[in-house]
């Protein structure tokens, strides 16, 4: 849950002002209590803790820890039962003079719900919860990426989890002639059958022209022999055989269309053609790992039949095919940042990185949805993506996801600045005039400087609540927040309806 501006600066106020306080001994009493806790029991537990700190040897220590136990009990006897998120009890000495006593107790409701129960007697509060309750509580989506695999993250507050990771199986980049088929494929010229092992650069194979449907005789144009370490094989419910290297292209028959897969991302049951456009199945797959020479060549129409089975011809046409499993992959990841981010009401922008140009490649190719590809604020290279990389990406981005609270302000102090140029009758600043439009209610947005005087914000805030105004403190953070305090002293408001100041 989100909390206010005012609950905010409330909290900051006091964390810092707890957080300043340092006791002479252990005589600084913290206790927290989560919401749901019976109040009476903490009640009963901390008397008995009382009567335990009569034992302190130390005569100061045993009177302050001693008499802010009393306190805290008499001040939890106002309340009928826990506050809804808990509620938060500081009491203890605070004089800075050695043998002195000054003890005050604060007691607060926070914002949000108190996860910890504790009790404990220091030197310092135990304040770490209420300083969780102030970070930050957007969510930026996380990307890395390359060719091969994506891991998609999140940051929420300083913590980075994997929500998913994907992969592609578009091999890396390989040379020409390293898609290969066994030498004793059979392939069918205009006169006979012959092994491709013999097949010479000229002579015409029996191919099948995609466009058209049919099948014809294409010219060999290149002939490649490679040594080849991981052989598949694939055997179809026909009866046919044919052996290839694992990155070897074949063409599968899927949902009415051709696709075009590497060996390796074939599974049983997968449908390829064969020489009579007839549909065959994979009945069986085996995989050997020994070194074999096997044989590619390269046709004009980048394909032929091997063993009566069509396949793709080349490295030139490989190169093609592992573009469009690229492409597939980029459109994979896309639609999985939209499952994970499109109606995440938190995520307050997008990360992404990778190697050059990968990433380029998928926010321009991706077809990532628009609302997410606006969200998009910072753009980084990256060698890793995996966990790792969404880390590197982080800490190469804090700069990136500080200067969103920047630009949100920015926004607003242009919106103040254009309506003051445009229509300065629906302006006003400076801290009486504010004071009167507010007393008025007359202020929808009401700007102040967090350089303004304190009891100055806080009778502000007051009046604005009053009348439903929104609220925003202006960091002096940037140039936009010390102007903004220059030219109007600390305050401004942009106005529901022009208001005369001289009745």
């Not at 992969?167 to 494929?185: E, F, I, M, N």
């Not at 290149?222 to 055997?235: L, P, S």
């Not at 590497?262 to 549909?279: H, R």
Request: glycine share 8%; with cysteine.
């Amino acid at each position: 849950m989100e909390i206010s501006q005012k609950q905010k600066q409330e909290l900051q106020e006091l964390v810092q002002l707890l957080g300043s306080i340092r006791g002479m001994h252990t005589e600084l009493v913290t206790v927290l209590i989560p919401a749901g806790t019976n109040i009476f029991q903490v009640s009963n537990q901390l008397a008995a803790e009382a009567s335990t700190a009569e034992n302190i040897k130390s005569k100061q220590t045993r009177t302050s820890v001693v008499t802010a136990l009393e306190m805290i009990i008499r001040k939890l006897k106002e309340y009928k039962q826990t506050p809804p998120h808990g509620l938060a009890l500081f009491c203890g000495n605070v004089s800075e003079k050695e043998g002195g006593q000054d003890i005050q107790i604060w007691a607060f409701e926070p914002p949000k719900p108190l996860n910890v129960r504790i009790y404990r007697c220091d030197k310092v509060f135990v304040i770490e919860p209420l300083k969780e309750m102030l970070e930050v509580e957007e969510i930026f989506g996380l990307l890395v990426i390359d060719r091969q695999q994506a891991t998609i993250g999140m940051l929420e507050g300083k913590q980075i989890k994997v929500i998913r990771t994907l992969t592609s199986g578009v091999p890396g980049k390989v040379r020409a002639g390293g898609q290969c088929l066994s030498p004793d494929t059979l392939v069918e010229t205009e006169t006979k059958k012959i092994e491709i092992k013999d097949i010479k650069i000229g002579d015409k194979i029996k191919a099948l022209d995609i466009g058209n449907g049919k099948v014809i005789f294409t010219k060999c144009l290149n002939k490649w022999e490679k040594a080849k370490k991981n052989i598949i094989t694939f055997k179809t419910d026909k009866g046919k055989l044919i052996s290839s290297s694992e990155d070897h292209t074949f063409f599968i028959y899927d949902n009415f269309r051709l696709m075009e897969i590497p060996a390796n991302m074939i599974s049983k049951g997968a449908t390829l053609i064969n020489d009579e456009q007839k549909q065959e199945i994979i009945k069986n797959i085996t995989k050997k790992n020994q070194t074999n020479n096997l044989i590619d060549i390269e046709t004009e129409i980048g394909n032929f039949f091997a063993n009566g089975i069509l396949v793709h011809n080349s490295a030139a046409r490989y190169s093609r095919v592992t573009e469009g499993l690229a492409k597939e992959f980029f459109r994979r990841v896309a639609e999985a940042m939209k499952e994970i981010f499109f109606d995440m009401p938190k995520l307050k922008g997008i990360l992404v990185g990778g190697p050059i140009p990968t990433k380029e490649d998928f926010l321009d190719e991706g077809e990532l949805v628009t609302k997410l590809k606006e969200k998009v604020i910072a753009v980084k290279d990256l060698g890793y993506v995996d966990e790792h990389g969404l880390e590197l990406l982080v800490e190469q981005s804090w700069e990136n996801i500080a200067q969103q609270e920047l630009i949100k302000e920015k926004n607003i102090l242009t919106k103040f600045f254009d309506t003051l140029g445009k229509k300065r009758e629906k302006t006003v600043y400076g801290y009486e005039k504010t004071k009167a439009a507010l007393e008025r209610g007359a202020v929808e947005l009401l700007l102040i400087s967090e350089k303004l005087p304190r009891e100055q914000i806080k009778e502000l805030e007051s009046l604005a609540e009053t009348i439903g105004s929104e609220v925003v403190i202006i960091s002096t953070e940037g140039q936009d927040g010390d102007q903004f305090f220059n030219i109007t002293k600390g305050v401004g408001a942009i106005l529901r309806f022009q208001i005369d100041f001289e009745q």
